[in-house]
């Protein structure tokens, strides 16, 4: 049918298939995909060593002032003192009974050797004062 001029002839039967050409050149990379889903946490792993201790911190600031305590017992009596020097003595009331009035001179006579008045008596008690008495006989 070589060089037939058919124009509506029928079609024949397909031929047979051909060989296997050679392989053909690699193509470029193809886009990279999407992220794939995050897979399920493992097992927990074993416990560590034990650290070494740390260093000594430093020292913390003054503390405030406490309160006061509760009192202590009373302490034992001390010892007597020693003896004071002896008093002076206090004086009463002088009496006269004599005709003329009293002088310091009849005041040392009566009282001059009695306590208060005339021996170890108080400044100004040896002699007459306001307030003794003179007792004039009546006549």
Same mark, same amino acid.
């Given at each position: 049918?070589?060089?037939? #001029?058919? *124009? #509506?002839?029928?079609?024949? &039967? %397909?031929?047979?298939?051909?060989? *296997? ?24 792993? +074993? ?7 740390? /260093? $000594? ?12 305590? $509760? ?10 003192? /020693?003896?004071?020097?002896?008093? *002076?003595?206090?004086?009463? =009331?002088?009496?006269?009974? %004599? /005709?003329?009035? &009293?002088?310091?001179? #009849?005041? $040392?006579? %009566?009282?001059?050797? =009695? ?7 108080? $400044?100004?008690?040896? %002699? =007459? *004062? +306001? ?9």
């Amino acid at each position: 049918m070589a060089g037939c #001029d058919c *124009k #509506d002839g029928e079609r024949g &039967p %397909q031929g047979l298939t051909g060989e *296997k050409g050679d392989k053909g050149n690699v193509g470029p990379q193809g886009q990279q995909g999407i992220p794939g889903l995050t897979g399920a946490t493992g097992p927990q792993g +074993p416990q560590g060593a034990t650290g070494s201790t740390g /260093a $000594t911190g430093p020292s913390g600031a003054n503390g405030g002032a406490g309160t006061p305590g $509760t009192p202590g017992n009373a302490g034992i009596d001390g010892n007597d003192g /020693a003896d004071g020097v002896n008093g *002076k003595s206090g004086r009463g =009331i002088a009496v006269f009974a %004599q /005709a003329l009035q &009293p002088t310091n001179s #009849d005041f $040392t006579v %009566q009282y001059g050797s =009695i306590e208060g008045f005339g021996v170890n008596f108080i $400044t100004g008690n040896d %002699q =007459i *004062k +306001p307030g003794d008495l003179w007792i004039e006989p009546c006549v």
